[in-house]
RNA sequence: CGCGGGGUAGAGCAGUCUGGUAGCUCGUCGGGCUCAUAACCCGGAGGUCAUGGGUUCAAAUCCCUUCCCCGCAACCA
């Protein structure tokens, strides 16, 4: 029986336009599943959208239009760039798909029934303004994070899932399996962290908002994320708590659920732990893949560094930016784009190393052959060793793509096409040419090129899919599955090669990095944040916050905290010991003599055990980038603020 | 003393498990070649393998010290 293959990557949240990062995991995922298909197995590769949500629900609230609406146009962008990077997945699943739900529902209610999740309450600090509870650690100055309101002690009716009960036999399935969580480091932060520290009960519904998958037999209450997003690799396969369903037959349990190393906990923890409660076996491995960086930073809307895949699509064709992500990216550490860095990728590794093989080894087809393919009938010692490195090539190509270290494996590839290329130097086939005798020879050289093409095109399908096709026609075959590598005659003598054109052209890095300047100077303007009011206050409220004028006498790190500092600020006759979380911004020794706006009614806490009387005004954008509030013009400390 | 990963040529990385000539790609310098997309091939320069100590005939590799970077956790009144 054929051998099936699940592969999953995590299903994209609908809020806004997937980056290039974003894409990385739809194409790693692509080339995976494209190289089982191709070595024989059958394949399921699933994708997709995670719909529901608070953040869903206010974003559409703001632009006036429904969740519905909302998610559709989003889950349309992504649909479009994981078709336009040529990804070939079986099913696109969005988690607002009505079979989705319903399996949603029976999950839930199955997991209620056998008391796994039970009816708890959640006790945290409620904002009426925003509808939302926060645990204490959440709160901001005792008050909502979100909108800064004045926030209530209260409990809220919530359903939880048993993690406790399952936590034993968690670890005893991470132990036993080693491959289960993948790269192995992030398989210690998870046990280390979370399991062994003691798994707390994890709520799994939420009454604060409606756009979710409603729990069938408690109005108002929608199921929470976790429940509603993971189920999606089973239910994607037609899961039902009560009947059979041939898809999830065959292809379940996954053999990969392919995802950022961010949502590392939720897959490897929390999903696991549903399963077992249903009784359905566990996926074989979680693969936390790396993050892809511009340059050495995070990709972010507000940084306006982001970089699209339709951009770069546009400007280098969809292969190379493929083979940029595929080839580039490291197996564990996190890997960097830039124009520079890929354009360099281009130029030296498909248009030179490859595409001129190719264009040279037709072209001399054509000017010494007339384009028809020769019996390799003068064979000479130097023509084993790349013989025989093409033979060797696929079983690399395997191995490497077993541990899914795809990088690793496109490198076995160009290896190969390195090698041909100095075969070409050693042979000399120009001087060849000018020998009539040797005419036999010339053609069993050009045979041995051609073939090593077919088998380097061959090889790269999964991760190249329309240049390997090129490559094909060019070289004219059809010999293009992977059982033809076994033996070395896949190119068929009397057969003519087609015509050689330019698979990559050499990019002109300079003009091009202009040409993309431009274009981004033109389309991202710096945005002006959008501006959310709080509720109107009265003058009243404003004077309960009492701010003053303070000047640092002191600063120093908080021990073991690497966010805080902590300072003795003089405010009039006082001198306050506050903490402030600026450590990454500030050194204590440019902290020192500071004027610096102090909130001094804030109720005092303790911050890593140290005591706080108060507050320090800072700025702090998106990223959480802070900017102390100092003073303008020199002025008594303790004067009040207003 | 929270947990973990890492520091190897100008850049990016492999090698470390299982000690025995320090390697790959890019860049750079020089040479070769002309079939090809100024490409391809060969050679050179460039490394105290973070640091200090130990084990050993022999250490990038094994053991310990210190320093630095990164991830996770905690923390942002």
Redesign the pocket.
């Known amino acids: 029986m054929q051998k099936k293959y699940y592969i999953t990557t995590a299903i994209a949240y609908t809020s806004k336009t997937p980056h290039i990062g974003n894409t990385y995991e739809a194409v790693l995922a692509d080339s995976i599943a494209r190289f089982h298909r191709q070595t024989g197995y059958d394949v399921f590769f699933l994708t997709g959208t995670d719909e529901h949500g608070q953040k869903i629900e206010n974003q559409a609230k703001e632009m006036g239009i429904s969740p519905k609406e909302h998610v559709d146009k989003i889950a349309g962008e992504v649909k479009e760039i994981w078709d336009f990077m040529n990804t070939s997945y079986d099913k696109f699943i969005r988690t607002t798909d009505d079979y989705h739900e319903k399996a949603v529902q029976k999950i839930f209610e199955k997991l209620y029934k056998q008391g796994d999740i039970y009816k708890g309450s959640y006790e945290g600090w409620y904002c009426t303004s925003c509808e939302s509870f926060y645990t204490?650690?959440q709160?901001?100055?005792?008050k909502c994070p979100d909108c800064g309101d004045e926030v209530d002690k209260a409990k809220e009716e919530a359903y939880f899932l048993k993690l406790s009960k399952y936590t034993d036999r968690l670890m005893k399935h991470i132990e036993e399996n080693p491959e289960f969580i993948q790269p192995?480091?992030r398989k210690?932060?998870m046990v280390?962290?979370f399991i062994k520290p003691g798994l707390q009960d994890l709520c799994v519904s939420r009454t604060s908002f409606t756009w979710g998958v409603p729990v069938t037999f408690d109005e108002g209450h929608v199921v929470y994320v976790w429940i509603d997003a993971l189920s999606n690799y089973i239910s994607a396969l037609g899961y039902d708590t009560e009947s059979d369903a041939p898809l999830f037959n065959k292809y379940w349990p996954a053999d990969v659920h392919l995802i950022g190393?961010?949502i590392l906990?939720f897959h490897t923890i929390y999903w696991p732990i549903v399963l077992m409660a249903l009784n359905v076996e566990l996926p074989k491995q979680i693969f936390g893949h790396p993050w892809l960086l511009q340059g050495t930073d995070k990709m972010s809307k507000s940084k306006g560094n982001t970089i699209y895949a339709k951009q770069l699509v546009d400007h280098f064709g969809v292969d190379a930016v493929r083979y940029y992500l595929l080839h580039e990216m490291?197996?564990?550490?996190?890997g960097s784009l830039t124009y520079e860095l890929l354009i360099?990728r281009i130029n030296?590794d498909l248009?030179?190393?490859?595409?001129?093989l190719?264009?040279?080894t037709i072209?001399?087809s054509k000017?010494y052959f007339d384009s028809k393919v020769m019996e390799p009938s003068v064979k000479e010692p130097i023509d084993d060793e790349l013989i025989s490195l093409a033979l060797e090539t696929p079983k690399k190509l395997v191995e490497s793509m077993d541990k899914l270290k795809v990088a690793e494996a496109i490198s076995h590839v160009f290896t190969l096409l390195?090698r041909s290329?100095?075969y070409?130097?050693e042979t000399?086939?120009?001087?060849l040419a000018k020998e009539e005798d040797k005419k036999e020879r010339l053609g069993t050289v050009l045979y041995n090129l051609l073939e090593c093409i077919r088998f380097s095109a061959v090889m790269l399908s999964s991760f190249m899919p329309d240049t390997a096709k090129k490559i094909f026609e060019q070289i004219n075959t059809e010999v293009t599955g992977w059982d033809s590598l076994k033996s070395f005659d896949g190119m068929k003598p009397g057969d003519s090669v087609g015509i050689g054109e330019?698979?990559?052209?050499?990019i002109d890095a300079e003009k091009k990095l202009e040409e993309i300047d431009e274009e981004n100077a033109n389309n991202a303007p710096k945005q002006d944040i959008e501006i959310v009011s709080k509720p109107e206050i009265t003058i009243d409220d404003f004077s309960k916050i009492d701010v003053r004028i303070g000047k640092i006498l002191e600063c120093e790190p908080v021990k073991?905290?690497?966010?805080?500092l902590v300072s003795k600020v003089k405010v009039g006759n006082q001198v306050r010991q506050?903490?402030?979380?600026?450590a990454e911004y500030y050194t204590p020794e440019e902290m020192v003599g500071k004027q610096v706006l102090v909130?001094i009614n804030?109720k005092p806490?303790k911050?890593?055990g140290v005591l706080?009387e108060?507050?320090?005004l800072c700025g702090e954008d998106e990223e959480?980038k802070l900017s102390l509030a100092t003073l303008y013009d020199d002025m008594n400390s303790g004067c009040e603020v207003r």
Not at 351 to 356: E, H, K, P, R, Y
Not at 428 to 431: A, G, S
């Open positions: 204490e650690a709160l901001k100055d005792g192995e480091s210690n932060e280390n962290n190393k961010d906990r490291p197996f564990a550490n996190d360099e030296s248009a030179n190393i490859l595409g001129n190719v264009n040279r072209a001399m000017k390195r290329n100095k070409i130097d000399y086939p120009w001087l330019v698979l990559f052209a050499r073991k905290a690497k966010k805080l506050i903490v402030s979380g600026i909130v804030l806490v911050l890593r706080s108060g507050m320090l959480g």
